[in-house]
T-cell receptor, first 110, second 114 residues
Framework: SQQGEEDPQALSIQEGENATMNCSYK?????LQWYRQNSGRGLVHLIL?????REKHSGRLRVTLDTSKKSSSLLITASRAADTASYFC??????????FGTGTRLQVFP | DTGVSQDPRHKITKRGQNVTFRCDPI?????LYWYRQTLGQGPEFLTY????????KSRLLSDRFSAERPKGSFSTLEIQRTEQGDSAMYLC????????????FGPGTRLTVT
């Protein structure tokens, strides 16, 4: 079963705009990760945030985590056409298996 | 290429047939995971190995499914008596020891059961 849900399910923006996607989950976690999936490269790890962290940055990516609300957000700044993909959040509980959300499909138009 | 590889990339089979998929993880990775992904959904965990030991199996893994990692290197996932509901993308991932949470995924094997 899916642990979380992403919102929105689909997002269309122009190049240069920012994209924000949200993830909600159900149980206490050890950490939360974001992955990107496109047909060319499969699933790729983007960033990991631990349960005791509130914000993390990696290049154009910014992730926040609110454990009291059981939610996370991924912000992609200055989006590019190459960012077009599906984005999934995945939670890690007390074992190392990933429990994925339902994903957000991002389309970036040139 | 030193990434995770999977074989075959595509498999079409008739209902009732058995199929076997192979996954070769990144060589120094001790942990190996199998996930299943259906269209429009996120991947769902099936099972994982620490070296050759199978540590956890999902309830999704019915008795028709079996996974092995005989020497702690490559892994196989076998589905017996395939059903149309088994049609999905089967993903393999690997990671270093516990605590190294980032997982590296292979390209997947797309199974179509007709």
């Amino acid at each position: 079963s899916q642990q979380g849900e992403e919102d929105p399910q689909a997002l269309s923006i122009q190049e240069g705009e920012n994209a924000t996607m949200n993830c909600s989950y159900k149980t206490s976690i050890n950490n939360l990760q974001w992955y990107r999936q496109n047909s060319g490269r499969g699933l790729v790890h983007l960033i990991l945030i631990r349960s005791n962290e509130r914000e993390k940055h990696s290049g154009r990516l910014r992730v926040t985590l609110d454990t009291s609300k059981k939610s996370s957000s991924l912000l992609i700044t200055a989006s590019r056409a190459a960012d077009t993909a599906s984005y999934f959040c995945a939670t890690v509980l007390n074992t190392d298996k990933l429990i994925f959300g339902t994903g957000t499909r991002l389309q970036v138009f040139p | 290429d030193t990434g995770v590889s999977q074989d075959p990339r595509h498999k079409i089979t008739k209902r009732g047939q058995n199929v076997t998929f192979r996954c070769d993880p990144i060589s120094e990775h001790n942990r190996l995971y199998w996930y299943r992904q259906t269209l429009g959904q996120g991947p769902e965990f099936l099972t994982y190995f620490q070296n050759e030991a199978q540590l956890e199996k999902s309830r999704l893994l019915s008795d028709r499914f079996s996974a092995e990692r005989p020497k702690g290197s490559f892994s196989t996932l076998e589905i017996q008596r395939t059903e149309q509901g088994d049609s999905a993308m089967y993903l393999c991932a690997s990671s270093l020891d516990r605590g190294r949470y980032e997982q590296y995924f292979g390209p997947g094997t797309r199974l179509t059961v007709t």
